[in-house]
């Protein structure tokens, strides 16, 4: 108890603030009604109007809410209002993203680490890479992939696998290099090759580093996904509900559509998480 009562008093808080911003934001299309219809607005009037207009500056949490459970538990999953709908098509192009940078990212590590030429002519350019803004390089990326008859989930998961394979990268050599001078003198003495030496030392204490890096990852691979969504006018995806929202001056579909990201970001990262916790364990590192 002692632990849940500070995060709910900063939510408390939030939310507090939340409403108040609402209040305030909104109450400009208030006061212009009441000033055309040539009426007073009392300060409950007021309040009650900025937090249940149609299309709010910005949406109040019950509407935001309330969004959310329409588009997910009332709508069947089939439906092209559906968020669970639009969330599995993102999903699809993030997991194949992530999984595209993932080996990708293990490759170029395992490479780095054991080739002194790749460490110093290809970890330059693989930090040079994400300099480039991804809203820069996204449209580029889906425009050629399209011209060659190529659309759909792939461009969206070569756009997530570029945001994702960085952190993967850098995790895992940061691991692989993780065994001090003694721990590879041991194997050295124990006549163990290369393999070895890779197989028994370095990929094991890879493993927290590996883990660390695939929760940015993961999270970053959605990010990617999302902003592939965006300039290909795809209908289909939660970056296509933000799109629309957008479009259509739908402030509650794009700010559910947000938190349904948020949600979906956050399920990732604790699958990871609980996959580690199972991995670490059967490797006998304590966590």
Not at 68 to 78: N, S
Not at 142 to 171: C, D, E, Q, R, T
Not at 213 to 223: E, Y
């Amino acid at each position: 108890m002692k632990n849940i009562l500070p995060i709910l008093t900063v939510v408390a808080a939030i939310v507090a603030l939340w409403y108040a911003a609402a209040v305030w934001m909104n109450s400009q299309w208030t006061y212009d009604q009441a000033e055309r219809a040539e009426i007073e607005v009392t300060f409950s009037e007021l309040v009650s109007d900025t937090l249940t207009q149609e299309r709010p500056k910005l949406p109040a949490p019950h509407q935001v809410i309330a969004e959310l459970w329409d588009t997910t538990v009332e709508k069947k999953i089939t439906s092209k209002r559906s968020l669970v709908y639009h969330g599995w098509i993102t999903l699809s192009a993030t997991l194949a993203g992530f999984g595209i940078g993932t080996l990708a990212g293990i490759a170029l590590a395992v490479g780095i680490v054991h080739n002194r030429a790749m460490d110093l002519g290809v970890m330059p350019w693989a930090i040079a890479s994400q300099t480039v803004p991804i809203l820069a390089i996204a449209p580029m990326i889906i425009v050629v992939l399209n011209s060659m008859g190529i659309s759909g989930l792939i461009p969206k998961a070569i756009i997530a696998a570029y945001l994702s394979f960085f952190p993967v990268v850098v995790g895992m050599v940061k691991g692989l290099r993780a065994p001090d001078a003694m721990q590879l003198d041991l194997l050295k003495t124990y006549h163990a090759s290369g393999g070895e030496t890779f197989r028994k030392l370095r990929l094991p204490s890879s493993m927290p580093y590996l883990f660390a890096s695939l929760k940015v990852g993961i999270a970053a691979a959605l990010v990617g996904t999302i902003v592939a969504e965006l300039p290909s006018g795809a209908v289909r995806g939660l970056g296509a509900r933000l799109l629309s929202g957008s479009y259509y001056g739908q402030t509650i579909q794009i700010w559910s559509a947000l938190f349904a990201a948020a949600i979906l970001a956050a399920v990732l990262v604790i699958i990871v998480g609980v996959i580690e916790r199972v991995v670490l364990k059967r490797m006998g590192m304590a966590q």
